[in-house]
């Protein structure tokens, strides 16, 4: 069976202005750039050194000297990547040129009324908006998708993603301490990425705790996404585990009527070195012994899925492309179901009537 797994790059590209540099921009969005040969046109960062750094070191041809300074130097058609903390979004983006192209950090805002303030600006503003929930272009997930669309494995019925590792928190200084840290800032990639599968769930039951030992505000969460009677949907994180590597997992699963998949998504175990990537998949055939095949794919979900979603946003604002795959319209839906995960979750179970009898 022919898999295809390769990102539709944009025909014609445009100059990229990053907005901030974190270390998400090192260790993901310049290597992606630069391996897709993207334009970075220029840098800019509240704190100019560690902007000038990152240009030194992928040859970023310019540093600006403040938000204001790149937008007023920019091409008519940049593209603007932000890639700020939440807080920063609103007027930041206020200050954009009407109906620019726009590719924002996620979460779309650290809580939804933050959300919903980004959302206003942007509709007012015309933007051309889209939100980097980048783990839709991961290889592993693009492969699958493939499988799914071609009917490979028939009607999904299950799909459940499990992480069991240990996550090194404090090399995350600015969210360590976010008092919505588990779903907002890890699980929303996973919550998405079922969206994406799926469609917009119908109901929510989620619970998300905190460790003992740990005055972080969660680390671990169950997040049950209701569909039709059939379909099972789970996510289900575990940051805690300090056990060594033995019994760590980080994986999607698919099942359908004709067939699974099982991703395994090797850059959350030993964060931040991580593990190799693993993809397999099992078709069944009438009369025959159910089979795993696995499949060996180039790139991972850093760098290599940041491609997928600034590509999608130049093929769009080119018009090259009628979709666009993240859009803030879409992702807002994800902000809904987040929102719903933690009220389910601070609202409780339903008690057992103990004694009623």
Request: charged fraction near 25%; hydrophobic fraction near 40%; aromatic fraction near 10%.
């Amino acid at each position: 069976m022919e898999i295809n797994y390769q990102y539709t790059l944009p025909k014609t590209s445009r100059p990229i202005i990053i907005i901030g540099a974190g270390g998400i921009v090192n260790d993901a969005h310049m290597p992606a750039y630069r391996k897709a040969g993207f334009e970075v046109y220029g840098i800019t960062n509240r704190t100019k050194e560690r902007a000038e750094k990152i240009a030194e070191k992928f040859d970023i041809p310019r540093v600006f000297d403040s938000i204001d300074d790149a937008i007023a130097q920019a091409p008519e058609n940049a593209v603007f990547d932000l890639t700020l903390m939440p807080n920063q979004f609103v007027a930041t983006l206020e200050k954009l040129p009407d109906g620019a192209p726009v590719l924002i950090q996620k979460p779309l805002g650290d809580y939804f009324e933050q959300t919903k303030k980004i959302i206003e600006v942007c509709r007012r503003k015309k933007l051309i908006a889209a939100v980097n929930c980048q783990l839709r272009f991961a290889p592993y997930i693009m492969v699958a998708r493939d499988l799914i669309n071609k009917e490979a494995i028939g009607k999904i019925y299950d799909m459940e993603v499990k992480v069991s590792v240990y996550t090194p928190w404090e090399i995350f200084p600015n969210v360590m301490y976010h008092p919505r840290l588990e779903i907002q800032q890890h699980s929303i990639h996973h919550i998405d990425l079922v969206r994406s599968f799926l469609g917009d769930p119908k109901g929510i039951m989620a619970k998300t705790l905190k460790h003992p030992a740990k005055e972080m505000s969660s680390t671990r969460t169950n997040v049950i996404m209701e569909y039709e009677d059939d379909v099972r949907a789970l996510v289900s994180t575990n940051h805690d585990h300090v056990f060594g590597f033995d019994h760590q997992e980080s994986y999607v699963k698919w099942e359908g009527t004709k067939g699974a998949i099982y991703a395994k998504m090797g850059l959350l175990m030993n964060y931040p070195d991580g593990v190799p990537d693993a993809f397999e998949y099992c078709i069944l055939e009438e009369g025959k012994k159910p089979e795993w095949k696995t499949k060996k794919l180039e790139g991972s979900w850093f760098p290599d899925a940041f491609i997928g979603t600034m590509s999608s946003l130049i093929c769009y604002a080119n018009g090259e492309s009628d979709q666009l795959d993240t859009s803030i319209e879409d992702i807002l839906k994800t902000m809904h179901v987040v929102e719903a995960a933690y009220k389910s979750s601070d609202m409780g179970g339903v008690k057992p009537e103990y004694g009623s009898i």
